[in-house]
């Protein structure tokens, strides 16, 4: 009875329960990769909100909207409100700003699309970069001179080490700034 449960074990069992676990890691592998390295996402959102006229244009610093950036690991999506710093006197009458100006008055917080998004396994932290004077554009294009955001750089585990690895031939005007972290715990975490 042994020798049969055991035999049992061996050739049944444990080829499925490898194949499992071989198939499971697969999946997520190509299933995260397929996610994430998106570039050209660009959806439809629910406020037409052109980075070119504010951040190129106008000259707003990134900061001014996406408070969090330089505190937090998160950029932070602008509440209502803040837009509703200035449209609450500038063009008040535009169709997107009327829309805005529903959702302000409703008390509700806008449906934003989100476009960049590292997966949930790994750790990113907006303000270490930020703060050793990487600007926003490495990752996210020249978003000066984007009517509409879109994802122009990939956001897989090999892009971010290629950066951390050269970081000296990449952005050779940082002057100061050492090689990012590349063991594994730096971002999986």
């Known amino acids: 009875m042994k ?16 194949f499992v676990i071989i198939a499971s890691f697969t999946l997520t592998y190509f299933a995260s990769r397929a996610e994430r390295d998106g570039v050209g996402y660009m959806p439809d959102q629910p406020i037409n909100y052109s980075h070119k006229l504010h951040a190129g244009d106008l000259q707003i610093d990134c900061q001014y909207c996406h408070v969090g950036v330089e505190k937090s690991r998160h950029a932070i999506v602008p509440a209502v409100s803040v837009c509703m710093n200035c449209h609450t006197v500038a063009r008040k ?21 989100r476009v960049h998004k590292v997966p949930d396994y790994a750790y990113f932290s907006h303000s270490v970069h930020v703060n050793r004077g990487i600007d926003c554009t490495v990752c996210h294009g020249e978003i000066t001179q984007m009517e509409k955001v879109g994802q122009m750089s990939s956001f897989t585990m090999a892009n971010c080490l290629d950066c951390h690895r050269n970081i000296h ?11 990012g972290p590349d063991y594994c715990w730096a971002c999986h975490r």
């Open 3 to 18: 020798n049969s449960l055991l035999d049992y074990i061996l050739r049944i069992r444990l080829p499925i329960t490898i």
């Open 93 to 113: 009458d535009s169709p997107e700003i009327i829309k805005l100006t529903e959702y302000y008055n409703q008390g509700k917080a806008l449906p934003w699309k």
């Open 169 to 179: 031939q990449k952005l050779p005007d940082l002057a100061g700034i050492n090689k």
